[in-house]
């Protein structure tokens, strides 16, 4: 009778965490960092979500941010900020469980701060030398994509073609012969 007792108390203390984290906490979303510069990757938290899976929608997203998780511990995804967005509140709408506009909140753009960082483009605006086994020193040179190849290789490649047709010839030749034996 003890060992069933403790046993269901076992259970129910081990249970009752996750039930009670389940429904605890106020709906909403959080943000990190709390006040994204436009062009910025972000995390999104959605308290209130019961199931596994959500989308977070904003006017300051380039795309919805796909939510998962445990329920327990809301929904979690990623997204970027437009880098082209005026500063002020964009409102978040959080789907989920079947329903539209489950989860709501704010994220809040800032004014940019006129420094050398802002003004530092986000992606590479000329070939990167790195990988490729240094073609991008020919990315970089204009007349290399119109010249093409010179005479040289043209009848190097000519040649190592008439080569392989001759050897292919070959070979085939003296596979009929022996089969015919």
């Known amino acids: ?12 203390a081990a249970f009752t965490p996750t039930a009670y984290a389940a429904g605890t906490g106020p709906a909403g979303v959080s943000v990190t960092p ?18 596994r899976t959500g989308a977070a929608a904003s ?6 941010a796909w ?9 979690v995804g990623e997204t970027r900020v437009r880098t082209a967005l005026r ?5 978040i709408r959080v789907d989920c469980d079947g329903h539209r506009d ?14 050398p960082r802002a003004s530092v483009p986000a992606s590479p605006v000329a070939p990167v030398h790195a990988g490729g086994g240094g073609t ?10 119109v010249a093409g190849p010179g005479t040289r290789q043209t009848v190097v490649g000519l040649v190592l073609a ?7 010839a070959v070979r085939s030749a003296r596979r009929g012969h022996d089969g015919r034996d």
């Open 102 to 115: 489950r989860v709501k909140g704010t994220v809040t753009v800032p004014v940019r701060e006129s420094s």
């Open 59 to 64: 006017d300051a997203f380039v795309s919805d």
């Open 67 to 75: 939510l998962t998780g445990g329920g327990g511990g809301g929904l």
């Open 162 to 168: 008439s080569v392989a047709a001759v050897a292919v």
């Open 136 to 145: 991008a020193r020919l990315a970089t040179v204009g007349d290399a994509r």
């Open 87 to 91: 500063p002020g509140s964009y409102d």
């Open 34 to 51: 709390g006040s994204p510069a436009a062009g910025s990757d972000i995390q999104l938290r959605a308290m209130g979500c019961a199931g």
């Open 1 to 12: 009778m003890r060992l069933t007792l403790c046993a269901g108390a076992v259970v129910a």
